[in-house]
Every structure is written in C-alpha cells, then in structure tokens.
C-alpha cells in the first residue's frame, strides 16, 4: 500500500514536472528568433568594452534557448517511430539538458559571470559534437516511414539551426577570449572580429585544402579505396585576389569538401593513367557575391542511385539510396559514440589519431558518413549563398559555389 502511495506520488510528480517543463518550452518557443546579419556579428564585435561583452552574454544565453526550443519542438512533432530510432532519442536529450541549462542560467552582470557562461558554452558545443552523425543516422533508418520532402525540411531545419546557434556561440567565446578589460577593439585583429575573417582571401583558403588533401591523401584513401601515390594537381584562376568577410570554417569545409570529391573523382577515372587531369578553380569577384566554380574531370556524377545531382544532398533513401548503405549506417554508429563526434575544421579532419597505435600515426580521417555535400550546401546557403552541382556525363562535374560578400542578409534560419 505504501509503495503504491509512493509510486503513485512519484508518477504524480513526473508527471507535473513534465507539465512545468513543456510550459516552459511552449513559452520559449512562442518567441521568435532574433536572426542577425554577417555584418551586425563584425560590427558589434569590432569595438569592445564590458557593457557590450555584457550585452552579448545575455543575448546569447537568451537566444540560444529560443532556438533550441524551437528545434525541441519540431523533435516532438515527429511520428513516434522516428523518435525510438537509434540516436534520436540521444538528440532529444542533449537538446533537452542544452535549453534547461541556458533556461536556467542567471542573468550575466559582469566579467566574471560570464567566465562562468563561457565556460558551460564550451562544455555544450564539445558535448554536441555528436549531434551530427546520431542524427543521421536515426533519421536515415526512419527514411522507409517520412516523405522525402518532411524528412529533408526537418533535417534543413535541424542543421542550419545547429550552424546557427553555434556560430552565436563561438562568436561569443572567441570576443570574450580576446576581451582584457579595456575598450578598445578587442576580438578585432586586423584579420578577423571574433569568428569572422574580414579578409578572407579566397585562393588562399583553396591553396590551403589542396594542400591539407595532398598531404593527407595516404589517410584519406583508406577509407576511400583509391591509391595514394599522387593526387590530382588544383589550378586556381581568375580574380586571385578575393578577400571578403566570412566565416573561414565554414568557407573552407565546404572548399575542402568539394575538392576532395573532385580528386576522389579524377582518380577514380584515370587510376593507371601516368598524370592526371587537374581540377580547375575560377575564383570571380561579383558586386554582391563571390563565385567559385570547381571543374574536375573525373567523368561526371553517373551514380546509379542518384537521378538529379540535387539528390545528393538529400537525406531521404528515395532520393538517394546510398543513405541506407550498411556501409555507411556502420560508419554513423561508430562516428556517433565517439564523444570526439564529426571534425568541425579541415585541419581536425585530416589531424592524425595519435590514439590508434596499431595502425600509426596519422591512421585514416572520419569514416565516410556521407554528410559532407549536404552540409557544404547548407554551410553555403547559411547567409543566403548556393551551391549547385552540374554533371557532364562521361566527361567531368561542375560545382557552382556563390557566397554573399556584402554581410547584409539574414541568417536563413527558419523559426
Ligand atoms: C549544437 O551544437 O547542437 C548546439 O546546440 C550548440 C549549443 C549548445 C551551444
């Protein structure tokens, strides 16, 4: 009788405690996102003092509840069979303890505070490395059951949403890192206000990946089965000396990307010729926007399953069956329980794991989990740019990568 009253209380109690916390996700939810522009993230970073690091702990620690919320709420939309797959449940979790922590967190007042912020916001973006691949994978395995279009618009929403609330976050830790008291322009070098590079020039960031490619290949061919002696050599063209203001992580994942499967590609094709056909870069400075056009030669998108290159972004195994491979279903379950989750940078993905001494230093990068081109094109369309694939056939692939250089459009989040 006792242990009834007392399950029953608990039971109770749950369950009230779940009331509490769904009002309170309801109440963030209701709110819209304070989307910002490129340009308002470098102008508010560009002459720093306490008041506004102040102002920018609030606003993040505010924000970044809303849009958490928001995506808490989409999760909750979802057909229950989506929810009990593998890693979603692991998703939901981490955005659950994420929003009650910034829900939670007190009001910021002074430096000190928000060496306590920065703190617990570097914890979060390390303990979300694994969003990623667990999402993935539980929604590659839920493809039989969602319309390719709901599945692709969840994962649309999801991925930019992580970009976002990300970039809000590092932006903040890098301008509280490079802050020491004083007014002055602090988070500014005269290379870059906090994560954003004010001039990034763009044949730079392409001369780099190649090289980091190149360097790396031995790794990377391990997991590609492609062999290692030499790699196809990147002639860069055209307005050399771009520079423009923009995230270099994001410029340069979506760089290397791309030129790796052009170089897998060229390979592929022309394994036992004695050279190989460069890949070319044409780099154009536009009024409004920067252009990189990537050509290869290594015979065009012919894949079986693939009818329109759009479908390689997709996540649906309509669209693009290679999404339920076993091959790469494994690949997405190691990834996801390694607490190290996806590389965010190019250097972290060619870093040698110095951990596995069985296979030696600088043993091969992230297994193949098919994610790269979908998240070039969502890095690409985060301020409003594009990036289209176009295959010749037999000869070679195009991709067409256009970054806005002004910073005035909005984050293209979707609330
Ligand atoms: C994510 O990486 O998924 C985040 O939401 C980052 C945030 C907790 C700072």
């Given at each position: ?45 560009r ?20 849009r958490?919320?928001h ?49 617990s ?87 780099k ?36 203001a ?17 170089m ?6 022309y ?72 590389k ?70 979707e609330?």
């Amino acid at each position: 009788m006792v242990n009834m009253l007392l399950e029953n209380r608990v039971r109770f109690q749950s369950t009230a405690l779940h009331f509490y916390q769904n009002r309170q996700l309801e109440l963030y939810a209701s709110k819209e996102a304070k989307r910002l522009t490129l340009r308002q993230l470098v102008f508010f970073g560009r002459s720093m003092d306490e008041d506004r690091l102040i102002k920018s702990a609030n606003y993040v620690r505010t924000e970044l509840a809303v849009r958490i919320a928001h995506r808490l709420r989409d999760l909750q939309a979802l057909p229950y069979v989506v929810v009990t797959q593998e890693g979603v449940a692991k998703v939901y979790e981490l955005y659950w303890s994420a929003f009650e922590q910034f829900r939670r967190f007190p009001p910021i007042n002074n430096i000190e505070e928000n060496k306590a912020f920065c703190e617990s916001l570097r914890k979060l973006l390390d303990e979300h490395a694994v969003v990623i691949p667990n999402l993935s994978l539980g929604l590659s395995l839920s493809s039989p059951y969602l319309a390719p279009e709901l599945l692709d618009s969840f994962m649309r929403r999801m991925l930019i949403s992580r970009i976002s609330r990300r970039v809000l976050a590092e932006h903040h830790l890098a301008l509280s890192g490079s802050y020491n008291g004083k007014v002055e322009e602090s988070g500014a070098t005269e290379r870059h206000v906090g994560i954003i590079y004010t001039g990034l020039n763009v044949k730079q960031s392409i001369d780099k990946c190649t090289k980091l490619l190149k360097e790396r290949s031995h790794h990377i061919d391990e997991n590609y089965g492609v062999p290692s002696t030499y790699w196809p050599d990147v002639i860069v063209d055209g307005h050399l000396d771009t520079n423009f203001a923009y995230i270099k992580e994001h410029v340069e994942y979506i760089f290397f990307e791309l030129l790796k499967n052009a170089m897998l590609a060229t390979i592929q094709k022309y394994h036992d010729a004695a050279t190989l056909p460069p890949i070319r870069a044409t780099i154009v400075a536009g009024n409004n926007d920067v252009g990189i056009r990537i050509s290869d030669q290594g015979g065009g998108l012919l894949i079986p399953q693939i009818k329109s290159p759009s479908d390689l972004f997709s996540f649906s195994h309509v669209r693009n069956a290679t999404r339920m491979e076993h091959s790469r279903l494994g690949a997405l379950r190691t990834v996801s329980s390694d607490p190290r989750g996806v590389k965010a940078t190019v250097e972290e993905q060619v870093e040698p794991q110095s951990e596995s001494p069985e296979k030696g230093v600088g043993m091969a990068a992230s297994p193949r989990i098919g994610i790269g081109l979908p998240m070039s094109n969502i890095f690409a369309t985060y301020f409003g740019g594009s990036l289209e694939l176009i295959s010749l056939d037999g000869w070679g692939t195009d991709v067409y990568i256009r970054l806005p250089k002004l910073g005035t459009n909005l984050e293209g989040i979707e609330v």
